[in-house]
């Protein structure tokens, strides 16, 4: 079994600074960037779990819910990576989102 725990810690940091983050600083788009985090994760797990399937996409659940669905969406796909070099990719992905956030 992998080590997913940089991409784990890597979300959850992201998540409690959107947590903690002013609504203002959600609308200026640090929820939108996790949003799309999100969906880019999700569909990266669905995609090694039912290969010949199209993903579906992750709705938008408001920019509250926005912490939380990169939170799901990584951990779901830590439980399906099966390398170090995917969970260094999918960490890296996390940090660059965070850092466009500006969170």
Request: charge should be negative; hydrophobic fraction near 50%.
């Amino acid at each position: 079994m992998v080590d997913t725990t940089p991409l784990t810690r890597s979300v959850d940091l992201f998540a409690d600074r959107l947590r903690a983050a002013p609504q203002s600083r959600l609308q200026r788009g640090a929820a939108a960037e996790a949003l799309g985090l999100a969906r880019e994760l999700a569909a990266w797990a669905q995609r090694v779990e039912e290969p010949s399937a199209e993903p579906r996409e992750m709705p938008d659940a408001g920019m509250f819910a926005a912490a939380d669905q990169i939170t799901v969406a990584a951990h779901d796909l830590a439980l399906v990576l099966r390398g170090e070099d995917e969970v260094r990719q999918a960490a890296e992905l996390v940090a660059a989102a965070q850092k466009r956030a500006g969170v």
